[in-house]
């Protein structure tokens, strides 16, 4: 089972149990795969639906609403892979005065004031947009939520206004053939939706797995840093001791400074050892800037004497 399927399969179980709430839903239903088609001088509401779990909760919607049924159907397709849905047809007689006392139209532009109104029905009216038409990626792989809507841009346009005043969720709209898409791909405001729908167990595998991404990252950052880091020092390491044994062979380390030419001993002793560890080493006990200043005249000898740069690390 997908992931989406695993969405929708939490859905369906949510108890009903508010008549209002309910409504909202089943107007998420409409607004998002609702359409008219007329058969025998009839007017028909169909629902085509591409989830078995979608299916069922829509059945249980009419059944807690007294919606009657004209017809269920039951689809499979096999041509890809094994999909399971179908649709649920209504006389359109027999549910116009519930979309008409909600101010919903199939083709309309606005927001039932339902659900505007109050974020327990909008969070209904917003599962019943996902169950009718929506997707989303396993976390694991990835942050995508979408819906796809079979209605006007105007409509599209104010649900994604709404989702961002009145709950400061961000989300994007493209075209897609003859329908609209809705999508979310921040992990913040696709836990923020899907918590305003009622998917808590969902919510629970998303966090889990935000926080696994984000430890990984942070882990990966580290080892980043501490590569380069490591890369740094070593190539450091290696240009110290090239200018130290290019002053050997052409000069000679006992003509050096004291200071220098104890410092650069230490270092052909014991070449992977940091400035600070090198410091400790010294008597008296030197400080890591210190280290470093004597290596700079060093290299600043050995570039004078010429061919440091040529020079390959041994």
Known sequence: MSFSENVKEELYHLPLEDSAEAKAEFFGFVKSRGALRIRSNNTFLVIPLGSISSLKRLYLLSKFLDL????TQVKETLRFKHVRGGEIIYRFSDVEKLLKMAKISITGDSLPPLVKKDPVYFGAFV???????????DPSKGYHLEVILDTTREFVER???HLWSAFNIKSGIVTVRNHFKLYLKSSRDIIELLSLMGAFRVVAVLQKAVEVRQIRSDVSRTLNFLTANANKSGQA??????????IEE???????????????????????????????????????????????KIIKIAESLGGLDEMPVL
């Open 68 to 71: 009657s049924l004209f017809e």
């Open 237 to 246: 390491m290696a240009r110290q001791v090239k200018a130290i044994r290019l």
């Open 159 to 161: 649900l994604k206004a």
């Open 127 to 137: 599962r019943g947009l996902f169950l009718a038409g929506g997707s989303i990626v």
């Open 250 to 296: 052409k000069i000679g380390l006992d003509r050096l400074p004291e200071d220098l030419r104890k410092i650069a001993e230490l270092r052909l002793e014991y070449e992977d050892l940091s400035l600070r560890e090198l410091g400790e080493l010294m008597d008296p006990p030197m400080s890591k800037s210190a280290v470093y200043n004597r290596f700079k």
